[in-house]
């Protein structure tokens, strides 16, 4: 497996490298996850759904003592990457190679070798997409490549497109996918301190695989939601809506490093 040594001089597996730095910097950089009061605590229970590479695992194993870690990563790939990076990790971790969703069965995702952490079973709306980065060029596109912003606003467009196409080759591959409440079952999960997700589109068929009575074992969760799919344009306003009906306090992180780009964070917090 490729090595990289991170900026806090960790040395992990990977699979990308634009991944594997951006992911960093959102967990560890920016701390995404653990904003408006959203703690872990010795002997708390995490779920890590969509861990990639397992930063965030590794991140929070750090946090408290005697963490017991689930982790669900449903492409072979990148899972096989994720068992190497949490070898050794001061928690009692269990690792998962599935998705989670609503009901089990057998799908199939995109899987981008390129942007690893993209990877996702419903895939980003294309043009909506390239019109999001048209209208935030200088903040992403010009941010990021040097020299982006002397290109003719006529040809930004094709510049974009072509981009996204070298990033975004994707494998087809098949995973499957199981339910939240399965896994509560299969373990005898009582309580889950903290479900982070990061689902990649996939939000809301996660949360919709949580039976009525397992809901108030869930104490926090912090996720990401994407609203650059079809029909996710109040994907944000829906899910806040779901979890504040099952009695959380829910706050909207619409300041997110992506939220230009209709990616932004959810904080939930039971009463």
């Known amino acids: 497996m490729k090595k990289l040594t991170l900026p806090n001089g960790e040395v992990i ?7 594997a730095l951006d992911v960093y910097d959102e967990i560890y950089v920016e701390n995404e996850y653990l904003r408006h009061d959203i703690e872990v605590n010795d002997n708390d229970v995490i779920f890590d759904i969509g861990a990639n590479i397992g930063l965030f695992s590794r991140f929070i194993a750090t946090k408290a003592n005697n963490l017991r870690i689930f982790t669900f990563e449903p492409v072979p790939k990148i899972f096989k990457v994720l068992e190497e990076n949490l070898k050794n990790l001061p928690a009692e971790v269990k690792n998962y190679n599935v998705g989670l969703a609503e009901r089990e069965e057998i799908t199939h995702i995109h899987y981008y070798p390129n942007v690893s952490a993209d990877s996702a079973i419903i895939e ?3 043009d909506l997409k390239v019109e999001q980065y048209l209208l935030n060029y200088d903040e992403t596109v010009a941010d990021w490549f040097q020299g ?5 606003e006529s040809k930004r467009k094709d510049i974009i497109e072509k981009i996204l196409k070298n990033l975004y080759k994707a494998e087809l591959v098949q995973c499957k996918l199981r339910t ?3 896994i509560i079952q299969e373990n005898d999960i009582k309580t889950i301190n903290l479900m982070k ?5 996939y939000e809301f068929q996660v949360l919709s695989g949580i039976n009525q009575t397992d809901w108030e074992k869930i104490h926090q969760i912090t996720m990401e939601v994407h609203e650059h799919i079809q029909g996710g ?5 829906k899910l806040s ?4 009906e099952k009695g959380f306090q829910v706050k909207k992180g619409l300041d997110s490093r992506f939220s230009l780009m209709g990616v932004y964070m959810l904080y939930a917090k039971r009463h």
Do not use: G, R, V
Request: hydrophobic share 40%; proline share 3%; glycine share 0%.
């Open 148 to 152: 982006a912003e002397s290109i003719p």
């Open 233 to 237: 344009k109040n994907l944000l306003k």
């Open 180 to 182: 939240i409440s399965d």
């Open 124 to 126: 980003f709306d294309w």
């Open 197 to 201: 997700i990061d689902a990649e589109n």
């Open 13 to 19: 597996s990977y699979i990308d490298k634009l991944t």
């Open 241 to 244: 809506k779901m979890l504040e």
